[in-house]
């Protein structure tokens, strides 16, 4: 099964993948930062919006918030959500919103969604464009160098008299600019088990490289991928957030 049929197939069981993420907390640690570095505009983009979650809390803060996948099934879930917000089917690569934003978001590390260092370049200069000035560009990401192949994260839920198992992981095979995102999910009703797994190639990048791409356009803060406090990265963490304002 390919990467795009798994989210298209179960689109709408995107929001019981992602039931343990604490998306207010994450929303809320954004618009923290966006309060301290930004230029006080509330035009909002989400890239890789999903089903919109992190736009509903947004909407709530008060910002005019837009969202973008590469996904139409993700889109009309997000559109439900969020009525008030405007949704673009585009790739996050090469992006242009209808009008300039103050603050871009990417969460759930969907960066590495960009399969290659040139993509992600790409990538971050159409955020540069789509920014006003003094904007934020903020997202999480995962250095490939730290990556531990056996260390999977797992949960699960009930949902409609059936058992769900969730499953990811990070691979990196040591060279060359792709990782991947390995999934699978257990379905489990009356006895009867479905499986499916998949495989999404993703971009390998270590955070020297991410923050030489990210410099020529931005003032770059790292900080600890921690949404209880905003702290400084520790320089040995794997996984860091990172707010960025256009120069």
């Known amino acids: 099964m390919s990467s795009n049929a798994l989210y298209t197939d179960l689109s709408?069981?995107?929001?019981?993948?992602?039931?343990?993420?604490?998306?207010?907390?994450?929303?809320?640690?954004?618009?923290?930062?966006?309060?301290l570095l930004g230029n006080g505009g509330n035009n909002h983009l989400d890239l890789a919006c999903g089903t919109g979650p992190h736009i509903r809390h947004f909407i709530d803060y008060g910002y005019h918030?837009?969202?973008?996948?590469?996904?139409?099934?993700?889109?009309?879930?997000?559109?439900?959500?969020?009525?008030?917000?405007?949704?673009?089917?585009?790739?996050?690569?090469?992006?242009t919103p209808d009008k300039p934003v103050d603050l871009i978001t990417c969460f759930l590390y969907s960066i590495h969604y960009n399969q290659n260092i040139a993509l992600l370049a790409q990538c971050i200069a159409s955020v540069y464009a789509a920014l006003t000035p003094g904007g934020v560009f903020c997202f999480n990401a995962v250095d490939k160098d730290?990556?531990?192949?056996h260390s999977a994260v797992r949960h699960s839920t009930v949902h409609d008299d059936s058992y769900?198992?969730?499953?990811?992981?990070?691979?990196?095979?040591?060279?060359?600019?792709?990782?991947?995102l390995r999934l699978s999910i257990a379905k489990t009703n009356s006895g009867n088990t479905q499986l499916w797994?998949?495989?999404?190639?993703?971009?390998?990048?270590?955070?020297?490289?991410?923050q030489a791409l990210l410099s020529p356009y931005f003032d770059v803060h790292m900080l600890a991928h921690d949404y209880d406090k905003i702290s400084p990265w520790d320089t040995t963490s794997g996984n860091a957030l990172f707010a960025c304002v256009k120069r």
Request: aromatic share 12%; with cysteine.
């Open 197 to 210: 797994q998949d495989e999404h190639s993703m971009v390998a990048v270590s955070f020297a490289q991410l």
């Open 12 to 35: 709408g069981y995107y929001d019981l993948m992602c039931c343990d993420i604490n998306y207010p907390a994450q929303s809320n640690t954004v618009h923290r930062l966006n309060r």
């Open 65 to 95: 918030s837009s969202g973008l996948d590469i996904n139409q099934p993700m889109l009309d879930l997000a559109k439900a959500r969020c009525p008030q917000a405007n949704f673009m089917l585009q790739n996050m690569c090469s992006f």
């Open 164 to 180: 769900f198992v969730f499953e990811s992981l990070w691979h990196y095979r040591g060279d060359g600019e792709q990782q991947a």
């Open 146 to 149: 730290k990556i531990c192949n």
